[in-house]
């Protein structure tokens, strides 16, 4: 039986670029489900699963999670009913062989639809982390000066209790940011060489950002 092609929206640039603000923004407009896989691991983690406890000391320590484990996670996570249209990935793949797994998965939805690069220099990159606050409860993301809540330490969505992330300290962001240098950033000539990168000025505010990635969205066919 012939499959349909899907919509899936690869998000590429480093930790604190404004991956996740933008899926959730887009989740909303697209129909898309955001599949972040920093989320589903803190998700396991809250959870105490024997996943969420295996991911712990790599995600303290800022290092990727072993392949076998997140790719797992991941092809469990596109096989649910609310993929069946496609999907935001916002932090997977973040090596080649999470890559090349990807497009083994993908294969018979006509693969990756296009990937825009979040742009930033490092600076801005560790002014966005170390004010970033997250609601403990539904995973709304704040920023204390950019995007502050109403209500200092309470979520505007659901009244939840904002907390910093244990990975969002200065020494872990360091390690965190080399480890996309060394590891995630060869992705972007192998989504250039096949034609799906687009490169987004992520330094502007919020909705600028949000603009920018509907046109080079639309340009791959993808429509609000
Ligand atoms: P990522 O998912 O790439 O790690 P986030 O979406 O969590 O990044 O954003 C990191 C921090 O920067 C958050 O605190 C968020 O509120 C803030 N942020 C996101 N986009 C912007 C933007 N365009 N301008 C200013 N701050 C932003
Ligand atoms: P993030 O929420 O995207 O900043 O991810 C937080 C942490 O989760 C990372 O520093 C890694 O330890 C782990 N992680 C998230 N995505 C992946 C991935 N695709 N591969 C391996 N580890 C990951």
Redesign the pocket.
């Known amino acids: 039986m012939a499959t349909k092609a899907r919509t899936f929206i690869v ?1 590429l ?12 923004i887009l989740e909303k407009k697209l129909g898309l489900p955001q599949v ?1 896989t ?1 989320d589903l691991f803190r998700y396991n983690l809250k959870n105490k699963t024997e996943l969420g406890l295996l991911a712990k000391s790599y995600m303290d320590a800022g290092e990727l999670v072993p392949d076998e484990v997140t790719i797992r996670m991941v092809e469990d996570r596109l096989s649910r009913e609310d993929c069946a249209p496609g999907a935001i990935l ?2 997977f793949p973040r090596n080649l062989q999470q890559a090349v797994a990807l497009d083994q998965m993908l294969a018979p939805y006509g693969g990756v639809t296009v990937t825009p690069l ?1 742009q930033v220099d490092d600076e801005v990159v560790v002014e ?2 170390s ?4 609601c403990r409860n539904c995973g709304a ?4 000066q ?2 502050p809540p109403k209500q200092p330490g309470v979520c505007d969505v659901c009244g939840g209790e904002l907390y910093q992330r244990e990975d969002d300290r200065p020494e872990t962001v360091k390690r965190r940011l080399y480890v996309y240098y060394k590891q995630t950033a060869p992705l972007i000539g192998y989504y250039f060489a096949k034609g799906l990168l687009e490169e987004i000025d ?5 909705d ?2 949000t603009a920018a990635l509907l046109a080079v969205l639309a340009k791959h066919g993808v429509a609000v």
């Open positions: 998000f640039g480093p930790p604190g670029s404004g991956k996740g603000t933008q899926a959730k972040a920093g916002d932090g979040f966005r982390i004010g970033r606050r997250i993301v704040y920023h204390v950019f995007n992520a330094s502007q505010p919020v600028q950002v």
